[in-house]
């Protein structure tokens, strides 16, 4: 008797046990617990289930068990790197890595932590004097040097002739050559210069500070050597803004100018020989004419091109696009291009020595970094000391005697 009651105790104790295993009977009460964020020294967890017969769950679901602290995502830093700066009138430092709760460390992991300043480099007191800007005070004009904390250094220009709104295109229009400095005032939509049947000599347009303008035309004429700097090319989108070529002209200059405008430097209606565009700033632009969208938009180049020290912000669609450079030598060096829509670069009708180097990339959006189209026999094409989003990027051989050429992201970012 005993024995068999001890067996029937035992068969209770198995069928109670088997019912909870397969869940024969029993229905998972499920109660959620909420996901936490991590933080440096607490663990965090996933959302999970839990039943009051101990079992735990990823979803309520029976399928869905999942073993006891599964969930537990483990405390710890997320240092980010920050780059290493040189010092100069302020402080720079070496690279390391930044964490939220304010600890550094010397590397991502966070395994060695900088436990004193020593990530600091002190600063040398020196003003990086960079940004060129002219500025009418009373009647003087001054050349202004500045650095990026806001120093300034001031130097009284000369030689030149002050323009105003009301006369600047009748002046620099008469006289054909010269320095000519344009004054504080609201210039309109268009300053323009040229006059049927007349060749200009050597022209240097300078605009100050208090200059409002949209736009200058290069017209009419035949231009040989024309200087445009310190302009801020400010105003609403009607594609038709900035420095706009519709002649043959020699050699077109641009310095130290500021484009808040569609179209930035535009030559497809005319055409320029040599072409240098230094210490610019193209923000947002997105000038489209027949699918060919950039700031700088010149198709057809002869001579000497070089596109160095500029930025580039926020490029609508390419960033550079040159054409027709046939026996030209294309230089584009140090150059900030950061966010475009479609190509970093784009080159049509390419035949000359191309020199692509030190320009630091990121965020190009939807198409390749690079795109050559109607390549002819290609001439040389250097990328060298590029970088995308922090990293190499200097594609090799360029194909030749290809009508379409894509330098495709070759980053890998992860
Ligand atoms: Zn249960
Ligand atoms: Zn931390
Ligand atoms: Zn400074």
């Not at 002050?162 to 006369?167: A, G, Q």
């Not at 050597?225 to 900035?242: A, E, L, P, Y």
């Not at 198709?299 to 696009?321: H, K, M, S, W, Y």
């Not at 939807?366 to 050559?372: F, G, P, S, T, V």
Request: proline share 2%; glycine share 8%.
């Amino acid at each position: 008797m005993k024995k068999i009651i001890s067996i029937i105790i035992a068969s209770i104790l198995v069928c109670s046990l088997a019912v909870s295993l397969v869940g024969c009977g029993h229905e998972h009460s499920f109660v959620k617990v909420d996901a936490e964020e991590k933080t440096c020294y607490e663990n965090g967890n996933t959302e999970y289930y839990t039943c009051s017969c101990g079992l735990y769950f990823s979803e309520p679901n029976e399928n869905a068990q999942i073993e006891k602290d599964s969930w537990v995502i483990l405390a710890g830093h997320e240092p980010i790197r920050q780059e290493a700066k040189e010092p100069s009138c302020a402080v720079g430092n070496i690279e390391y890595y930044d964490c939220l709760c304010g600890k550094k460390f010397l590397d991502a992991n966070a395994q060695n932590e900088i436990v004193d300043n020593s990530w600091q480099i002190p600063a040398t007191g020196e003003h990086d004097y960079k940004k060129e800007s002219y500025r009418q005070e009373e009647n003087k004009i001054y050349k202004i040097t500045s650095c990026s904390c806001g120093a300034e250094q001031k130097q009284e220009f000369s030689g030149y002739t002050l323009v105003n709104p009301s006369n600047a295109n009748d002046v620099i229009n008469t006289a054909r050559e010269g320095v000519f400095v344009l004054g504080d005032g609201d210039y309109g939509i268009t300053t323009s210069l040229g006059v049927y049947g007349e060749e200009f000599g050597d022209i240097t347009l300078i605009g100050t500070e208090g200059v409002f303008i949209r736009r200058i035309t290069l017209d009419k004429s035949l231009f040989s050597n024309v200087t445009i700097k310190g302009f801020s090319f400010d105003g609403i989108s009607n594609g038709q803004d900035g420095v706009r070529v519709m002649v043959e002209m020699g050699k077109l200059t641009i310095e130290s100018c500021e484009f808040l405008v569609e179209s930035c430097i535009r030559g497809d209606e005319g055409n320029i020989t040599s072409l240098f565009v230094k210490d610019s700033y193209f923000h947002q632009a997105d000038y489209n004419n027949q699918g060919q969208f950039s700031p700088i938009y010149v198709p057809r180049l002869v001579d000497e091109v070089e596109i160095v020290g500029n930025t580039f912000i926020n490029c609508r669609f390419n960033a550079i696009q040159l054409g027709g450079v046939m026996t030209a030598t294309v230089l584009i060096e140090s150059n900030v291009i950061d966010g475009t829509r479609s190509r970093a670069f784009r080159f049509v009708s390419v035949m000359a020595t191309m020199i692509i180097r030190n320009n630091t990339i990121s965020n190009v959006q939807n198409l390749d970094m690079a795109y050559i189209d109607e390549v002819g026999s290609f001439g040389a094409i250097l990328f060298d000391g590029n970088t995308y989003n922090g990293e190499a990027w200097n594609p090799g051989d360029v194909p030749a005697e290809s009508t379409e050429v894509f330098v495709l992201r070759d980053i890998d970012n992860d």
